[in-house]
């Protein structure tokens, strides 16, 4: 049977979806296996005390800060100009 337009690039849009499932790495490839209940996964991560957890804090803090006021100066400038644009021309 032939099937024309519409049907004919449904079929071939599943089939297409259907090739890139077989590309995907599983959970289990990616992170090294699942975990049951006897042995859990574990990540290995460094460790850190409450000063330096403390330290990073603020200093992210005052990172964020800083690109909140950047953004802030560059909103007022743009909005200067574009108020200047328009009264000019109005």
Known sequence: MSFGGATQAMITSL???????NKRK????????????????EF?????NAYELSKIKRKLQKENSQVFYKRVIILIAFLTVLISV???FA
């Open 15 to 21: 089939k297409n979806n259907k090739k890139l499932l």
């Open 44 to 48: 290995k991560t460094p460790n850190a």
């Open 26 to 41: 599983s959970l289990k490839d990616n992170m090294g296996g699942y975990s049951n209940g006897n042995n859990p996964v």
């Open 86 to 88: 328009l009264y000019y």
